[in-house]
């Protein structure tokens, strides 16, 4: 399959003997997603941590715009899970 990623890298982090990554392109992923969005959705209701990001000049509304499109992610992945 074409979905499937797996490097050996011959140079390894200082004080290791090797490294390696593997990416997998699944819709296993999406219930990572939906925890992640589980738990936005909680602390941006109750606007938790909310002042840090405010004061330092981000809006609320992009907030709002990031919890749309991880809804809009978690759907496609349904798509595909149920296709």
């Known amino acids: ?4 990623q797996t490097v050996h ?4 982090p ?3 003997t090797l490294s390696g990554t593997f990416v997998a392109n699944n819709t ?3 219930q990572v997603f939906q925890r992640f969005q589980e738990q936005f959705h ?3 209701h109750r606007k938790a941590y909310l002042h840090w990001f405010t ?3 981000m ?3 992009e907030f709002t715009e990031a919890e749309s499109n991880l809804n809009d992610l978690i759907a496609e992945y349904q798509q ?3 296709a």
């Open 1 to 4: 399959p074409n979905s499937v």
């Open 9 to 12: 890298c011959s140079v390894a």
């Open 14 to 16: 200082p004080g290791e």
């Open 28 to 30: 296993a992923v999406m």
């Open 42 to 44: 909680k602390m941006f």
């Open 55 to 57: 004061d330092e000049g």
């Open 59 to 61: 809006d609320e509304m």
């Open 80 to 82: 595909y899970q149920s």
